[in-house]
């Protein structure tokens, strides 16, 4: 892509400076916003895993980093969905279970709840959600913010 300026008696380079990053800005943030779109849709799509709350699927987002956008998964209202990292990379083999806060583990059945004092988890393989066909969801967000910087261009190059 070329980008064509013509200097012009009246011409304002601060101004057009200014409107420039605004518009590499913006530019960004369709980037990272698009990434984290088809994300979610693979995750739905190819059934990565159940969600049960939703909380780490709309975790999945673009965040202002300075002047870049920063794409992350995780962040949830009160802390970080640790579980978000044990999807995409998966467990190391099998572990114990404790509760935290109760005296007892409530474990799901298809018959109902079962109460276990601790439980030997058998581990998570990975999932790979968020860096899974990264080549492909970014070549997709690559050509979405090219299309939206060059129907802005005109724009901030205008006064």
Do not use: C
């Amino acid at each position: 892509m070329a980008i064509e300026v013509r200097i012009t008696k009246d011409f304002d380079l601060a101004k057009v400076s200014r409107r420039l990053l605004k518009l590499a800005g913006a530019t960004l943030s369709v980037i990272g916003n698009s990434y984290a779109e088809e994300t979610r849709k693979n995750v739905v799509r190819k059934q990565l895993f159940k969600s049960r709350s939703g909380a780490l699927l709309n975790s999945i987002m673009a965040v202002p980093e300075s002047d870049t956008r920063v794409v992350i998964f995780g962040a949830g209202k009160d802390n970080f969905l640790e579980y978000g990292k044990f999807l995409e990379f998966g467990t190391k083999g099998p572990y114990l279970i404790r509760p935290k806060e109760r005296k007892a583990l409530a474990i799901p059945t298809p018959k109902g709840l079962i109460f276990r004092k601790k439980a030997v988890h058998p581990g998570i393989r990975p999932r790979r959600y968020f860096f899974g066909d990264y080549e492909k969801k970014m070549a997709k967000a690559l050509n979405e913010g090219r299309l939206f910087f060059r129907s802005k261009l005109p724009e901030a190059l205008n006064d």
